[in-house]
């Protein structure tokens, strides 16, 4: 069992960062995909970034260039660096992980409960 925990969100203007935090609990997490998602009211959740347990990250292209995911497994930890805010990234954010491969979404078994952003222009 891993329970997922964010932090870090709020308001902040457009053009300004935010870093969200992801504490997981359990030892399992170091060999887990780990991930972060967004959900906009009235919009389905989608994929922000992803990072395997060695490192290897994805990201979707509406963030790739503008956001950083990174993880420490030593303190089963995982970050996302998000700079260069616009408006569409108001959304509330969750982490999430699971044994890989991860193919789908309901790949990831353990998701926190979200921590909102909110981009002001």
């Known amino acids: 069992q891993v329970q997922m925990v964010e932090s870090g969100g709020g308001l902040v203007q457009a053009g300004e960062s935010l870093t969200l935090s992801c504490a997981a609990s359990?030892?399992?997490?170091?060999?887990?995909?780990a991930a972060w998602f967004r959900q906009a009211p009235g919009k389905q959740r989608e994929f922000v970034a992803d990072?395997?347990?060695?490192?290897?990250?994805n990201y979707a292209d509406s963030v790739k260039g503008r956001f950083t995911i990174s993880r420490d497994n030593a303190k089963n930890t995982m970050s996302l660096q998000m700079n260069s805010l616009k408006p569409d990234d108001t959304a509330a954010y969750y982490c999430?992980?699971?044994?890989?491969?991860?193919?789908?979404?309901?790949?990831?078994?353990?998701w926190g409960r979200g921590t909102q952003v909110t981009v002001s222009s």
């Open positions: 999430a992980a699971g044994p890989p491969p991860i193919t789908v979404i309901y790949d990831y078994q353990y």
């Open positions: 359990g030892n399992l997490f170091v060999v887990y995909t």
């Open positions: 990072i395997t347990s060695g490192g290897s990250a």
